[in-house]
């Protein structure tokens, strides 16, 4: 029983670290609470104090790792994607942009709805700027 409850205790770390890559944050981060609430309520019965409380203690720090890192992820992704939508130079929105814009306008005017597009070109902007 005691080899099986330290066995059992070494699947938890890839456990929790899936669910803060599968799921949303909040989700994963009431489950990891649970899974980590409910192998400390086990490894107490099963195994020594010692070793519970090492084992509850990497378990935390994994999971406050993963959340970490995921967090980092998105925001990352979050600034790669407004900079692939912007100009470097000016912060405004590039011509890929554009084509958006204007199938919006279409399915607005399809459906109705009143819309606007500016389009300004400023003229040996080099110089401007």
Request: proline residues 2%.
């Amino acid at each position: 029983m005691h080899i099986f409850g330290i066995i059992a205790t070494y699947w938890v770390f890839p456990v929790i670290v899936a669910l803060v890559f599968i799921i949303p944050s909040k989700d994963a981060l009431v489950t990891n609470g649970w899974i980590i609430a409910g192998c400390t309520f086990s490894a107490w019965y099963q195994l020594e104090w010692s070793i519970t409380l090492r084992f509850v203690v990497a378990v935390i720090c994994c999971a406050i790792v993963a959340h970490v890192a995921v967090h980092k992820i998105v925001e990352l992704q979050d600034r790669l994607k407004f900079l692939s939508t912007r100009d470097s130079m000016t912060g405004a929105l590039n011509r890929g942009q554009l084509e958006a814009f204007l199938l919006r306008a279409l399915d607005e005017k399809r459906s109705g709805t009143t819309s606007s597009i500016a389009v300004i070109d400023i003229d040996h902007f080099k110089q401007v700027n």
